[in-house]
Structure formats: C-alpha cells, structure tokens
Nanobody
Framework: QVLLVESGGGSVQSGGSLRLSCAASGYTGNKCMGWFRQAPGKEREAVATIRIDSITTYAESVKGRFTISRDNAKNTLYLQMNSLKPEDTAMYYC??????????????WGQGTQVTVSS
C-alpha cells in the first residue's frame, strides 16, 4: 500500500509563500495527482490537479498564484503557493488518482498539512 505524506505547511502572513510537498512511499505510476483543501465548516475542494503528461487544472480562486508540479522520478508532488490570502487557510491534502484521467477520481489520500494565512 502506497502512503502519501504531506509537508511544508505552516503559518504565514498575507502575501507570503509556502511550498507544499507530498512524498509517495511507492510508485504512483501514471496516475493523476492532486491537491485538495478543506477549511473549517466547509466542504473539501480541489485546488489543483496534474496528469503524468503535466497537464494541469486549477481552481479559479488560485489561478495565477499556485503552481502544481510533480517529480515522477522522486514520486513527489508539489504545490507552490504565492500571494497567499487569509481565505487560503485550510488543511491541505494530496491525493493520488485512480487512473490516468483525473475524472476517474482519487482513492488514496495523505494525512494533510495545515496552512494558516493571517491578515
């Protein structure tokens, strides 16, 4: 069973940056990978996804500020977050998809890393 472990969360002021990492304990193959977040009292939402061919999608709220990337040789997923806003405060989770296509859904989740942005 492959495990996903996130790191890089923390507390920053508005306008600051953080880089999240997600290390997979094994090969994630050609699966779509993604970052999700959940704020208290809100539903989990997709932040960004990336296919093995580097095709990406972003939530409208993070476009132009966040960048998702993956290092397939290292089985590691990244999320570079710039110009952070208080509304970005949430628990961030990485997830591995069920297949090549992101629409196939995500079946493997990390434990999450907290991001807190103060104004």
């Amino acid at each position: 069973q492959v495990l996903l472990v996130e790191s890089g969360g923390g507390s920053v002021q508005s306008g600051g940056s953080l880089r999240l990492s997600c290390a997979a304990s094994g090969y994630t193959g050609n699966k779509c990978m993604g970052w999700f977040r959940q704020a208290p009292g809100k539903e989990r939402e997709a932040v960004a996804t990336i296919r093995i061919d580097s095709i990406t999608t972003y939530a409208e709220s993070v476009k132009g500020r966040f960048t998702i990337s993956r290092d397939n040789a290292k089985n590691t997923l990244y999320l570079q977050m710039n110009s952070l806003k208080p509304e970005d405060t949430a628990m961030y989770y990485c997830a591995a998809g069920r297949g090549y296509w992101c629409y196939q859904g995500f079946g493997l989740w990390g434990q999450g890393t907290q991001v807190t942005v103060s104004s």
